[in-house]
């Protein structure tokens, strides 16, 4: 039973969780990122470079026969896999520059007023030390 308990505490951490739903929002992200070059930007860049299909780009290195399938290099996949990438690690590198700012804002921010009861507080223990 303590087994069981140990992963109940790990498993419901904040960071566990923060984590998990990272992971989930990451995959969603990514496969809308994967859409939009894909579906978006490659063929507005295909058509720019005179009609060219990404995904059709390959190159064969041994033709097809009746017992095997052609080998290709398949680079235009390549291509659009990277595009997808740097996409990702753009938008990433955005969200992490804006949240190391708003920390460094946080931090720059001037200390809180010390509250009345602790103000009062300190008036009393000076009387009392008098």
Do not use: C, W
Request: proline share 4%; no cysteine.
């Amino acid at each position: 039973m303590r087994f069981v308990s140990e992963f109940k505490d790990f498993a419901l951490k904040g960071n566990v969780v923060d984590l998990a739903v990272g992971v989930i929002i990451g995959t969603a992200f990514g496969k809308i990122v994967a859409s939009a070059v894909s579906d978006v930007i490659m063929p507005v860049v295909g058509i720019l470079l005179g009609g060219v299909n990404f995904t059709n780009l390959k190159y064969t290195i041994s033709d097809a026969t009746a017992d095997h399938p052609a080998a290709t290099l398949n680079y235009g996949t390549f291509i659009q896999t990277t595009v997808d990438f740097t996409i990702i690690a753009f938008v990433l590198f955005s969200v992490i520059k804006a949240m190391n700012s708003m920390k460094k804002k946080q931090e720059a921010a001037p200390a809180a007023p010390a509250p009345a009861t602790e103000v009062l507080l300190t008036e009393i223990r000076d009387l009392l030390k008098k």
